[in-house]
């Protein structure tokens, strides 16, 4: 197992990701942990981060981790803390370097096999000036004397480029040599894992009886269908249909869980619940409030119902998990919050089953692939817990609802039909709380407009509005105008985040 320690990089997640390409398990942990932690470690690597070592809050790293004996390879910041640690200097750069940096490298350690030019990825301001006791030079750029360094006897490395970037062009290889350094064994897969927790599951449940809330999502799906995997009818599924689903959702689910897996299902219709209580509420942050209130209340009335239940099955994915002070973590986890059944196991004394844990997203859907949920669940796009009352601004009634589903679906259908729905992240119909006029059929109409908002992004935390060609664009409209009665127009968010969000609310 291969520990990163987050320095605070916005890149620290790729590294984990990309050792776990490799086929070596690999975790986040804050880079305060303690020495006997990482003891268990085959190998150490320390990310980069937005410090500086002439400061005195600099973060630093405990200097006994050095005589350990494990391998350890620190990349731009984590280079620099090695040095500053172990002896050497680190000073602010005359010419910083950002971006693609043609690096010359001696071709032998973490760099055996390749050739002596490399193009990688810089983004420095200060760097490694004078080398600590033991380390030699393994690299330099036109700016930079030192952008590797290597102290082979005690297998301790250092980088000041990211090979975890793919604009490195080798770094996946550097990653590779530096795991064979560490011996670890190649043995993460998904294969196996699916092996492994199905069996663990069971062992862990017994006879007892398992609720699971199934939102139609990706994480909740994989996380009900392994353990049902596990223990079969022992495991009982609820799905609660709050009426803001998309069209078709609340059938997808059907099909999926209870007709081809034949799982113990409930769904709940509880549409008319959910309406009355958002009667009159426009509030954003109400509406999600009530919503989630509303579910856990209806969760827990019929989990009552089925009865002696102890365990609850819960969809909470490595980025919802990981600790305090990790960079990505904390503002998934807030993200998440809205929508699940958090608070339910406290209250209710339910023991937590939560088989994806240490997977990433893309893991998971791996999972999906493995375990054949259908290809609209496992690559179904991020949908909000308060679903589309978020969508409706304004109060969501059923009028509204039926202007805005047929919308919604069609967009579906056109970004897919263009094949875009690989490219564009996320994607759907809002209904903003005014009216135009227009003109239909040579009488006038006085209806709604449809805003369709469609985001690029890798995490959503920063997004691009997508560059829908006109011909789409064009399809998308005249779709919507011509067969949802009630709509008159339609037009395209062209805001990125920041400044606007995904969601209008
Ligand atoms: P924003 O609008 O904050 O959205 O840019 C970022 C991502 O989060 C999703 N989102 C939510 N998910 N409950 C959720 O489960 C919510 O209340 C919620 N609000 C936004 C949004 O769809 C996007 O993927």
Redesign the pocket.
């Known amino acids: 197992m291969i520990y990163v320690l987050d320095y605070g990089s916005q890149y620290s997640h790729l590294i984990v990701r990309r050792i776990r390409e490799l086929g070596v398990y690999a975790e986040l942990v804050p880079c305060n942990i303690s020495l006997e932690k990482l003891k268990q470690a085959d190998g150490i690597i320390l990310s980069g981060g937005p410090q500086n070592l002439s400061e005195k809050s600099a973060l630093r790293i405990d200097k006994r981790v050095f005589n350990l004996g494990i391998p350890i390879l620190g990349i731009c910041y984590g280079q620099q803390l090695i040095a500053f640690e172990l002896g050497g200097k680190v000073k602010a750069a005359r010419h910083r370097e950002y971006g693609p940096t043609e690096v010359t490298i001696k071709p032998k350690g973490i760099f055996s096999g390749m050739t002596k030019k490399q193009i990688t990825w810089m983004s420095h301001g200060d760097q490694v000036t004078k080398l600590p006791k033991g380390f030699v030079q393994l690299g330099y750029s036109k700016n930079c004397a030192n952008v590797a360094i290597a102290d082979e006897k005690r297998k301790i490395y250092g980088l000041q480029f990211h090979p975890e970037v793919i604009h490195t062009l080798n770094g996946i290889k550097i990653l590779k040599s530096f795991l064979q350094i560490t011996k670890s064994k190649r043995n993460w897969s998904m294969v196996d894992f699916t092996k492994k927790e199905i069996s663990k599951i069971k062992k862990l449940v017994g006879k007892d009886k398992v609720i699971c809330a199934l939102s139609g999502g990706v994480d909740s799906a994989v996380a009900a269908t392994l353990v049902h995997k596990a223990i079969g009818k022992q495991l009982f599924c609820i799905y609660v249909d709050t009426g803001l689903m998309r069209a078709g959702e609340t059938e997808q689910v059907v099909k999926a869980f209870k007709k081809s897996q034949r799982m113990n299902l409930k769904v709940v219709n509880a549409t008319n619940e959910f309406l009355k209580k958002l009667k009159n509420v426009t509030d954003p942050e109400k509406k ?1 409030k009530i919503i989630g209130e509303l579910f856990i209340r209806i969760f827990e009335r019929e989990s009552k119902k089925i009865g002696g239940a102890k365990w609850l099955v819960q969809g909470t994915l490595y980025t919802d998990v990981i600790e305090a002070g990790v960079s990505i973590g904390k503002t998934a986890a807030v ?2 919050s ?2 699940n059944v958090g608070g339910l196991p406290k209250k209710f004394g339910f023991k937590l089953i939560e088989p994806l844990r240490d997977l990433y997203k893309d893991e998971v859907r791996k999972i999906g692939v493995l375990l054949k949920l259908p290809e609209d669940i496992v690559q179904r796009q ?5 679903g589309l009352a ?1 969508r409706i601004i304004g109060e969501a009634t059923e009028e509204k609802l039926k202007l805005l589903k047929p919308a919604d679906k069609i967009i579906r259908e056109e970004i897919k039909k263009a094949g875009l729905d690989k490219s564009i992240q ?1 994607y759907f119909a809002v209904l903003p709380d005014i009216k135009s006029v227009g003109v239909q059929g040579d009488s006038r109409t006085y209806g709604y407009p449809i805003i369709l908002r469609a985001v690029t992004t890798k995490d ?2 920063t ?1 691009h509005w997508a560059r829908i060609p006109y011909n789409i664009l064009e399809r998308i409209s005249v779709r919507i105008t011509n067969e949802v009665r009630g709509i008159n127009r339609v037009v395209y968010d062209i805001t990125s ?1 920041p400044p606007g ?3 209008w609310e």
């Open positions: 999600r993200i998440k809205h929508h991020p949908f909000p817990g308060p978020l996320q959503f935390m997004a985040k969000t995904v969601e």
